[in-house]
């Protein structure tokens, strides 16, 4: 299958470029998708393109080892939940969250207003930077479930077969697959509402090669 393919206009009526347009010089973009994508590989692709880039999920777990959500954590279910290194462990909250929404939606309303901080410094960060990276990039598997799409310029939704989605996601040793994919949109949704999307069911080569599409076209809107 190609590995990509970009959508000329968006679901409001905005084109690609239009999206692209801010008052910064660097263009801000989140990249997501769903599990077992290839949403890490798609970002480490984009680095060695000349991206700066950022992973949500890395900052959840410096977040874990921060005393202000060890303490929360803690306090809301106990010490178990913490490992000997004196982070979150982050397989026990997976057993108390999942399958809880009340719980879950605890969790999400303690760590997305940080990661939306830490994810704006990243911003700045780059706007700073010299010299400045092609694009600044942040990977966020629930971008449009949180409502974070709104920060970007433009954003990209990778996107696989259903069955090497699942393959993958499985190689990894996701737990609950089923429900994590359950609470997030679709791929369908996710490509719909992202103003680029790229396809990633064949190698690494022809997904670098893709995304280099992307950032030039990205490139070219400033």
């Known amino acids: 299958m190609a590995a990509s393919s ?13 999206a692209a347009v801010g008052r910064f010089r660097v263009p801000f973009v989140a990249l997501t998708g769903g599990l077992g994508s290839g949403k890490s590989t798609a970002l480490a692709a984009l ?4 991206a700066a880039t950022l992973s949500t999920d890395a900052v959840v777990h410096e977040l874990y080892g921060s005393d202000e959500v060890v303490g929360a954590v803690v306090a809301r279910w106990g010490p178990e939940v913490v490992g000997a290194d004196g982070v979150v462990d982050r397989g026990a909250i997976a057993r108390r969250v999942f399958g809880e929404a009340a719980e879950r939606e605890w969790l999400e309303g303690l760590l997305w207003p940080l990661v939306g901080a830490r994810v704006w410094a990243f911003r700045t960060e780059q706007e700073d930077a010299d010299p400045a990276p092609k694009a600044a990039v942040v990977e966020t598997p629930l971008l449009f479930e949180a ?13 696989a077969d259903e069955d090497v989605r699942r393959a993958r996601a499985a190689a990894r040793g996701h737990e609950a697959v089923d429900e994590r994919s359950a609470r997030q949109l679709t791929q369908d949704e996710k490509a719909q509402r992202a103003t680029f999307v790229v396809v990633n069911d064949g190698t690494e080569a022809d997904l670098e090669s893709a995304l280099s599409s992307v950032l030039g076209k990205l490139i070219a809107s400033r």
């Open 47 to 50: 680095g060695r393109l000349g």
């Open 147 to 159: 409502g974070m799409h709104e920060m970007y310029d433009a954003t990209i939704a990778v996107v």
């Open 6 to 18: 970009s959508q000329d206009e968006l679901p409001d009526g905005r084109t690609e470029q239009g």
